[in-house]
């Protein structure tokens, strides 16, 4: 057996990499032997401790700010990662919001920031990472593919979530827009998978966790009995980053203690 780690000598971009999944999947692909350049919004300083993380443990890492929602911002991110790593081999698109409300009550501009953040921005950073990929193209040693985009999507791109329109439709979105780009860019040895992760403990949904009523309730939706710790996504994120998985294409892997397994039923059939 080879002592090599699964993603020794890749270079991996993670957008929203300063918390929640994005932090933890940041020090995994650093701890699988990735260089990472670890995306941030605004507050360099929690980017600029995953980064620390990652160094102290052997690896190399950058922090880069970047509305991912901007054009010209993730232009300039990649831009600064390639400069930086020589290339990108690893995106995981990763970065979202939340911006709840009920249907009529929900505004335009709500409507609007969620769609533009969760599904326009993996958009643009995709859309940056495969022409790097189709400049740079196979380098065996490396990878078998040319490389690799991760979406984040949720449970809720095949859940129906009441008070969320937006944010059900965005991640429905990323579900045909993975697998549409996993379809066009497959010939060119390019992968292009999805993590659709159920409840995961993040300050996103805290309201869902922070009570031991409010988690209690959550679990009734959860037939493995635990919420998901970061941690949950990041070993699955190096998997499907790696050549172990080098066959998936096109690939959901929901992460979700079984909540797409709808619980609901199972004592009413
Ligand atoms: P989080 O709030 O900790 O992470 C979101 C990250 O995205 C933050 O770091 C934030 O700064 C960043 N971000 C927001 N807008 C941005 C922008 N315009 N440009 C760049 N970065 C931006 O929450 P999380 O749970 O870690 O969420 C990460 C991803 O996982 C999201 O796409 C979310 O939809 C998805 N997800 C989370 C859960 C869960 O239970 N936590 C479940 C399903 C899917």
């Known amino acids: 057996m080879s002592d090599r780690k699964p993603l020794a000598g890749q270079k991996a971009l993670v957008t929203g990499g300063s918390s929640g999944i994005g932090e933890a999947v940041a020090l995994a692909l650093g701890a699988a032997g990735a260089d990472v350049a670890v995306n941030y919004l605004s507050d360099e300083h929690p ?46 698109a990763n970065a979202g919001i939340q911006i709840d409300a009920g249907l009529t009550d929900m505004t335009l501009e709500q409507w609007n920031r969620v769609l533009a953040v969760n599904l326009t921005g993996q958009f643009l950073c995709a859309r940056a990472a495969t022409r ?15 490389g690799n985009i991760i979406c984040m999507s949720s449970v809720h791109q095949v859940i129906p979530w009441a008070g969320h329109a937006n944010y059900a439709a965005s991640k429905g979105g990323i579900k045909l827009l993975m697998e549409t780009m996993a379809q066009e860019l497959a010939p060119r040895r390019i992968r292009v998978n999805a993590i659709a992760p159920g409840a995961i403990r993040t300050p996103i949904n805290e309201p869902a966790w922070n009570t031991p009523q409010a988690l209690e309730r959550l679990l009734t939706l959860v037939p493995y009995g635990r919420i998901g ?40 059939g």
């Open 47 to 92: 980017a600029l401790n995953v980064v620390d993380r990652i160094r102290a443990r052997g690896g190399s890492a950058i922090a880069c700010k970047a509305d991912i929602s901007s054009e010209a911002e993730v232009a300039g991110m990649f831009e600064h990662a390639i400069d930086t790593f020589g290339t990108i081999n690893i995106l995981v």
């Open 229 to 268: 710790e970061p941690d949950d996504i990041g070993r699955a994120a190096v998997w499907l980053a790696s050549d172990e998985s080098d066959y998936v294409v096109g690939t959901t892997l929901f992460v979700d203690g079984g909540m797409t397994l709808y619980p609901g039923f199972a004592a009413n």
């Open 132 to 146: 790097e990929f189709l400049r740079r193209g196979v380098v065996p040693e490396i990878s078998r593919a040319a």
